[in-house]
């Protein structure tokens, strides 16, 4: 969304990433993946449900793009010229109380154990993860565009222990003469 987009009625979802409340006035700032957006509650019915809005609260809200005031906007941002005007607000799902704040370091046991929420971070590895995607998205275009097949075969790739290439035999049997494997044994080595 950009100050092209004024006046269009637009439905966003995402995490609620920070909540401001001016008294009649809630300002919160939306985060999604494709970044954060600003959007201010006015009418008197959706101002009272954003009352209860908390941080990471998962909401959907539609509204009307505006033009933000002169003054307000923010360069920081790529939405930092417009704001969204509620006129609907639907909560998808609520967050109990954050162990960490997501816009402050957190230690790297709290980051192991939440990596739901670490994966939100603006900068963080959610945004390597999205990255590598993209290069190996653009590696097999270009492969693809040459004519080359992709094939995945235990030879070329890392295996995993009770990954898909693993056969689960029940004692004494064979793949080969049996078809009731059970989970009993590996017979990668055996059978």
Same mark, same amino acid.
């Given at each position: ?22 008294g009649g006035v809630i300002f ?46 923010n360069p920081e941002l790529p ?12 909560? #998808? ?8 704040? #997501? ?9 192991l154990r939440y990596r739901y ?75």
């Open positions: 969304m950009r100050a092209a987009d004024a006046g269009a009625t637009v439905t966003l979802a995402g995490w609620v990433a920070r909540r401001r409340d001016h919160i700032d939306l985060r999604d993946a494709s970044g954060v957006s600003q959007v201010v509650f006015r009418d008197p019915e959706v101002l009272a449900q954003a009352h209860r809005l908390r941080a990471e609260f998962c909401v959907a809200v539609t509204g009307v793009v505006e033009i933000r005031p002169a003054g307000n906007e939405t930092g010229e417009i704001e969204v005007n509620a006129t609907a607000l639907t909560v #998808l799902g609520e967050s109990a109380a954050l162990p960490f704040q #997501l816009d402050e370091p957190a230690g790297e046991e709290a980051r929420l670490d994966l939100r971070r603006e900068n963080g590895p959610g945004a390597a993860i999205r990255l590598r995607s993209k290069v190996n998205a653009a590696a097999r275009a270009v492969l693809a565009g040459h004519d080359f097949v992709e094939i995945e075969t235990p030879t070329m790739t890392r295996s995993t222990p009770e990954g898909p290439a693993t056969f689960w035999c029940r004692p004494g049997c064979s793949p080969a003469r049996s078809t009731r494997c059970r989970k009993a044994r590996s017979c990668s080595s055996s059978c």
